[in-house]
T-cell receptor, first 112, second 112 residues
């Protein structure tokens, strides 16, 4: 089975721009979660989608949003980028809501 | 409130044994995960405990005591490749929804 894929792998943007990140889960997995990780920091939970519905949301501003499609693929959008948004964004899929998470390689976002 | 504590950093010697502790306070405990994350890579699943006791998987074992709100990951016959961060995550049933609560991770440094 193919693993979780994320595109793009690397991205450079400037302050004020917006960005969309994509995540394709493992086939058969219906839950997708998004995390932000900055150097030396743990995983900061952004949100989780299950069967196209947002099930959980972390403490991030409204500039961070996401959605899930009927094929379980998910996108995350960040609007009005700030320097502090520079981070590794990880997507994880699981069979069900809050089951074992299988992580993708991440998208490394740099905001200049 | 909900809280997970792990030591920030530990150092051990190649060939030795190390125990990484995780203590948690949650209102609706429903399982505990351990993940390994090498620098610059995505986390990978190591173990899952929902009942009290020890689960062994090769050189890695994970223990859970629900009454004490405590878990540990035991790594035997340490190898240099075990240098990584180890993340503890608890599945908690909140008021109406399950969620994953992540610890900040323990950075394990293995010395020759």
């Amino acid at each position: 089975k193919a693993g979780v894929t994320q595109t793009p792998r690397y991205l450079i943007k400037t302050r004020g721009q917006q960005v969309t990140l994509s995540c394709s889960p493992i086939s058969g997995h219906r839950s997708v979660s998004w995390y932000q990780q900055t150097p030396g920091q743990g995983l900061q939970f952004l949100f989780e989608y299950f069967s196209e519905t947002q099930r959980n949301k972390g403490n991030f501003p409204g500039r961070f949003s996401g959605r899930q499609f009927s094929n379980s693929r998910s996108e995350m959008n960040v609007s009005t980028l700030e320097l502090g948004d520079s981070a590794l964004y990880l997507c994880a899929s699981s069979i069900g809501h809050t089951d074992t998470q299988y992580f993708g390689p991440g998208t490394r976002l740099t905001v200049l | 409130g909900q809280n997970i504590d792990q030591p920030t950093e530990m150092t051990a010697t190649e060939g030795a044994i190390v125990q990484i502790n995780c203590t948690y306070q949650t209102s609706g405990f429903n399982g505990l995960f351990w993940y390994q994350q090498h620098a610059g890579e995505a986390p990978t699943f190591l173990s899952y405990n929902v009942l009290d006791g020890l689960e062994e998987k090769g050189r890695f074992s994970s223990f859970l005591s629900r009454s004490k709100g405590y878990s540990y990951l035991l790594l035997k016959e340490l190898q240099m490749k075990d240098s990584a961060s180890y993340l503890c995550a608890v599945r908690d049933k909140g008021d109406s929804n399950y969620q994953l609560i992540w610890g900040a991770g323990t950075k394990l440094i293995i010395k020759p």
